[in-house]
């Protein structure tokens, strides 16, 4: 049984960085576990929607996402690449942001994707978020889309580090730094004060002494070409069904053949009971 199920679909608010959502009815429950019977193997394409449950704000959210929120720009790849107070201040947000950033656990729908593919249903997942919360939960076959906020590369040359191992360094190079911090970002950084950025001390490649950046797409950045490969040799196949369970409207609705306008975690978590 749907032990969430309303007969009359009613308005819930938003809770932390998850918008106001319609409740699941029995008809979405029906339709979206229908789905996933009748599709032997899935493709899971997920963005920046399924972290807010775990505590990860998204940029633009009714309400909730930072656009919203604050009057906060992401950084552009070519202000980073070119100026070096622009990496300074990134850094210095990014170094403070991280420990809890990188504490953040997966939620219910990340776990239940990770059992889907356990049973054969889910192949593999495309990802667009940089949190590594499917790893965390234990999806095996992930493409991060947009890369990883746990490796940091050279820009000059082929040096790359894990953030972790950054973080050890930068704390030695800056030891006066506080970390404590009101609101974190979908990219790990922080708001600090200027006095704070501008004593901080911007990590450089050991090799080369060139500027680090994550390996992440900023901004004005492009999707690194084998990585557009990788999905482009998941999803190959034509013709398939395509399911969206998103809160609110996206730019694919017109392409799928099922849309479902509730929160993941809310009806997710009951059909998977029925078929595994």
């Known amino acids: 049984m749907f032990k969430r199920i309303i007969k009359n679909r009613i308005f819930v608010r938003h809770t932390a960085f998850v918008p106001a959502y319609k409740a699941p009815v029995q008809e979405d429950f029906d339709k979206l576990r229908e789905f996933l019977i009748k599709n032997k193997q899935l493709l899971v394409l997920t963005g920046a929607g399924i972290s807010t ?72 997942v495309v990802t667009q978020n940089v949190d590594r919360l499917h790893h965390k939960a234990g999806s095996m076959n992930v493409i991060e889309l947009h890369g990883s906020g746990y490796i940091v590369k050279c820009l000059n040359c082929p040096y790359e580090i894990d953030r972790f191992k950054l973080q050890d360094i930068l704390m030695k190079n800056n030891p006066s730094m506080k970390s404590s911090f009101d609101m974190i970002r979908p990219d790990g950084d922080v708001e600090l004060s200027k006095e704070q950025v501008e004593n901080f001390r911007t990590p450089l490649c ?11 797409v900023f901004f004005g950045d492009n999707v690194p070409k084998q990585r557009v490969e990788q999905v482009r040799n998941e999803a190959k196949e034509e013709g398939k069904e395509v399911a969206i369970l998103n809160i609110g409207p996206t730019r694919a609705d017109d392409m799928a053949d099922l849309k479902v306008s509730t929160k993941c975690g809310d009806i997710l978590v009951d059909i998977c009971k029925t078929i595994m």
């Open 53 to 124: 449950e775990s505590g990860i704000p998204d940029y633009r959210s009714e309400e909730v996402g930072l656009y919203a929120r604050s009057n906060h720009k992401p950084i552009q790849y070519q202000e980073f690449v070119k100026y070096p107070r622009v990496r300074q201040r990134y850094w210095a947000r990014n170094f403070v942001g991280w420990p809890r950033f990188s504490a953040i656990k997966p939620n219910a729908t990340h776990h239940v994707i990770r059992d889907l593919e356990k049973i054969g249903k889910v192949s593999s």
């Open 206 to 216: 050991p090799e080369c002494e060139g500027p680090l950046k994550p390996d992440i």
